[in-house]
T-cell receptor, first 109, second 113 residues
């Protein structure tokens, strides 16, 4: 069945470091792919999305490219800030949503 | 209020209690969802309602009972819960079931003692 696998956390980085959070998926069709972010004490918020192969989603300095050949949608940011500390969820949507288990990011000043 | 709101934000209940979680969406959406978020596990979809009808029930124990009186409100009635039911319960809404972006509420942190 459809599923999403993302790297386990926590990921701890210093401010201005480069971020990569890996996400791979398994799908029977051609899903749309998403990254959601959950800040402490809040619900999930859509961060970015890509609806077809080779699309790049971007928002707030974060980027992810839909790679069909490697079935991946890795999240990247060139320079993280303390305010980026949160839990990041990769998700796919074909007929319904499937979420990964989340990766906690801690950014230290 | 805008977006998706949930009350209460925190709830502690004994195993013999009965309580209800409330979700309200102010986005004009037609579909609403309950998710369970446990530590280090993927989000678990519990129920989906579309136009006030339950369209999905993912093998959730009967001690969880959802209710959707209209397209803006969703409840989760709880009774005789177990300690392993302690989790963050998230409500979400979307324009329609399955294929649309979901908007989440802040969640209710439930502790069963």
């Amino acid at each position: 069945g459809d599923s999403v696998t993302q790297m386990e956390g926590p990921v701890t980085l210093s401010e201005e470091a480069f971020l990569t959070i890996n996400c791979t998926y398994t799908a029977t069709g051609y899903p749309s792919l998403f990254w959601y972010v959950q800040y402490p004490g809040e619900g999930l918020q859509l961060l970015l999305k890509a609806t077809k192969a080779d699309d790049k989603g971007s928002n707030k300095g974060f980027e992810a490219t839909y790679r069909k050949e490697t079935t991946s949608f890795h999240l990247e940011k060139g320079s993280v800030q303390v305010s980026d500390s949160a839990v990041y969820f990769c998700a796919l949507r074909f007929n319904k949503f499937y979420f990964g288990s989340g990766t906690k990011l801690n950014v230290k000043p | 209020e805008t977006g998706v709101t949930q009350t209460p934000r925190h709830l502690v209940m004994g195993m013999t209690n009965k309580k209800s979680l409330k979700c309200e969406q102010h986005l004009g959406h037609n579909a609403m969802y309950w998710y369970k978020q446990s530590a280090k596990k993927p989000l678990e979809l519990m129920f989906v309602y579309s136009l006030e009808e339950r369209v999905e029930n993912n093998s959730v124990p009967s001690r969880f009972s959802p209710e959707c009186p209209n397209s803006s409100h969703l409840f989760l009635h709880l009774h005789t819960l177990q300690p392993e039911d302690s989790a963050l319960y998230l409500c979400a809404s979307s324009q329609g079931p399955g294929k649309f972006e979901q908007y989440f509420g802040p969640g209710t942190r439930l502790t069963v003692t």
